[in-house]
């Protein structure tokens, strides 16, 4: 599907999500450094960790809130509201205040905003693209997200370091231009919810009530709950790029040659060889995740989930067979690789299962394979000082691998379902 053919609300989010999305990433890499200087390491970590619990309720509760009250309600919201709690948090930290704690908890509000936006607009793509092309749409945004991630910390090494304040008051106002741009040039894609009863008292946990019915729902499909776990085991693979990866990297490399030409050669430390590794995942996902896209487009579903689990597998178990820097930049790649064969089709397929009325719970409930993913990856920093780095890694490519097992069994059930659909059609 060309840029040209999409609906116009896609045109506009992908101008102001990328800009918005640079304007992020100045700052975010930066903040944990920030608020352990404020707070110390071990206060800052619980604190983030606090936070991230935050941002998990209101995932699931923004899935609820964009089948309920429609994708641009919540966009526009959102995103007003994060600009809002951007703004304060650069006067927290300006020439004429310095309050660490409301940073932190305009940086916790900015978090919950952002997670209210996600399923919205994640459902908005599935509300106006046909089921063909979303796998397309869905890796353009991808893509996106990652040049983001590649040019923002750039700007943010020269900018942000220096001026924290005015890289935070602009990130402010770019989300507050982004809120406009929603109000006044989107529509609603929202099909309208129709009420399946009347509640008996009309209270206010009423509303709380019925969301985890609808959750309750969601989680009795064994189609889905099977997505979720496998998921999360994969995401346990990848989110090591975050918190075991960097580790390991810094501390089997001291300096290490990587290339010699006469007299010149060029060598590394740690800090430098992760540094290399994470440009290069950054770099390829950047570059190769619309490609990637559509090869994938032409193999069955299932096939394509089986093996980017086993490559995911291969990869990760790679990083723990030898110290060279170029064996993890050779791990990196097939890494990279296994990321994108799933990167469009993975929302493709929620919101294949998703009942139209429930994608933006469904889209929010999917969100728990990262979520899961992310609380459980630091376990791999102490086992890797119980069993070596080495079995550590090699236990990681094995979960993986049994990741590729139970998506087998999802598609089985899948497919058993669909063909007891078509019989019943059929009679």
């Known amino acids: ?57 209101a995932n699931l509760m923004g899935g609820y809130c964009a089948d309920r009250f429609g994708r641009k309600t919540m966009m526009v919201f959102s995103s007003f509201a994060q ?13 004429w205040f310095d309050l660490p704690i409301l940073g932190f908890i305009c940086f916790t509000l900015a978090g919950i905003c952002g ?12 509300d106006v693209v046909e089921e063909k092309d979303r796998s397309s749409v869905f890796a ?18 020269i900018f942000y370091v220096q001026h924290p304040f005015e890289v935070l008051f602009v990130a402010g106002t770019v989300c507050i231009f982004l809120s406009g741009l929603l109000a006044k040039l989107t529509r609603e894609t929202a099909p ?6 009347k509640t008996t008292s009309g209270k206010w946990y009423d509303t709380i009530i019925q969301q985890l019915k609808d959750y309750r729902i969601i989680f009795k499909d064994s189609t889905f709950s099977l997505f979720i776990i496998a998921g999360a085991l994969v995401a346990l693979t990848f989110m090591q790029l975050d918190v075991m990866i ?12 990587v290339l010699s030409f006469g007299d010149w050669s060029l060598t590394l430390n740690g800090e430098q060889a992760f540094g290399v590794v994470l440009s290069e995942n950054g770099l390829l996902v950047a570059i190769f995740t619309i490609v990637i896209t559509k090869w994938m487009s032409k193999y069955q579903e299932q096939n394509v989930f089986i093996v980017s689990s086993l ?35 993975q929302q493709t397929f929620v ?3 998703a009942p139209e009325h429930m994608r933006g719970q469904y889209f929010a409930a999917s969100s728990l394979r990262y979520t899961i993913g992310r609380t459980i990856a630091p376990i791999a920093i102490p086992m890797s000082l119980w069993f070596g780095y080495t079995m550590t890694f090699s236990v990681l490519g094995v979960l993986a691998c049994v990741s590729a097992v139970l998506y087998y069994m999802m598609f089985q059930k899948l497919a058993r379902k669909t063909s007891g659909h078509i019989d019943l059609a059929l009679k």
Request: hydrophobic share 60%; glycine share 8%.
């Open 1 to 57: 599907m060309r840029l040209k053919d999409w609906d116009y609300n896609l045109k506009v989010r992908l101008f102001g999500e990328a800009l918005m999305n640079i304007t992020y990433w100045m700052f975010f890499p930066f903040l944990t450094i920030f608020f352990a200087d404020a707070f110390g390491k071990e206060k800052a970590g619980l604190l983030l960790i606090f936070s991230q619990l935050f941002s998990v309720l």
């Open 83 to 95: 600009g809002v709690a951007f703004l304060l948090f650069a006067f927290s930290n300006s020439p």
């Open 115 to 126: 997670a209210f936006y996600w399923p919205a607009s994640q459902a908005m793509v599935a």
């Open 140 to 157: 353009i945004f991808y893509t996106s997200i990652n040049i983001a991630v590649v040019i923002g910390p750039i700007l943010g090494a």
């Open 192 to 197: 309208v919810f129709q009420v399946a009863g």
């Open 246 to 257: 960097p580790v390991y990297i810094t501390d089997v490399v001291q300096q290490q040659n």
């Open 311 to 345: 490559v995911y597998g291969l990869a990760i178990a790679a990083f723990g067979i030898s110290e060279s820097i170029w064996i993890f930049i050779l791990a990196m790649g097939l890494f990279t690789f296994a990321e994108l064969m799933t990167a469009g089709i």
């Open 351 to 353: 919101s294949k299962i």
